[in-house]
């Protein structure tokens, strides 16, 4: 009486095979997911200075009052920043100031955000610090603009509010080799 052994499972070299086809994909696939993942925080950032700016409109007309939305040191010439403040102008000045000479509070702060590397910004705006929302929702004085960048992958949002107090974000490709 013969007894017959079935084996089951896989040879050495069908486990070989697949072990090397999985390190092919890996090998293929990390690069991209590193990179979807970079992209990933610049979409975020740009996201949350788009919601900072909505939340700005909807609070000036909420509250009846000025909002103002400052983009880096207000003191600072240079258009990049890390950055961003929201809060209501209470004493109708135009700026936005936390505490004057006295120590008294002038405005309220009610949002700050900051941009991590690789992340940076840049603003485009015609007085170069912040966005003003008057108690109709509009821009106090021209439209402004702010430009999100990745420096690694050159991935980058442009946001632009109108005169009118519309706000727009646009992905784009920054040509050259970083920002």
Not at 27 to 35: K, N
Request: proline share 3%; net charge negative; hydrophobic share 40%.
């Amino acid at each position: 009486m013969e007894i017959c052994r079935r084996t089951t499972g896989f040879t050495l070299v069908e486990l070989m095979v697949g072990v090397a086809m999985l390190s092919i994909l890996a090998g293929i696939a990390l690069p991209e997911f590193r990179q979807m993942t970079v992209n990933v925080k610049t979409k975020s950032a740009a996201r949350e200075v788009y919601d900072l700016l909505q939340h700005g409109r909807i609070l000036a007309v909420r509250e009846g009052g000025a909002v103002w939305i400052q983009f880096g040191d207000p003191g600072s010439d240079n258009t990049s920043f890390s950055d961003v403040v929201l809060g209501l102008d209470l004493n109708n000045d135009g700026k936005l100031t936390e505490i004057d000479a006295d120590g008294k509070a002038l405005d309220e702060i009610r949002e700050r955000f900051s941009f991590e590397a690789p992340v940076k910004a840049k603003r485009s705006l015609a007085d170069g610090r912040g966005v003003f929302f008057n108690p109709q929702g509009t821009l106090t004085g021209s439209a402004a603009g702010v430009e999100v960048t990745n420096t690694l992958t050159r991935r980058a949002y442009a946001l632009s509010v109108s005169a009118v107090g519309t706000i727009d974000m646009r992905g784009k490709t920054v040509p050259g080799e970083g920002v």
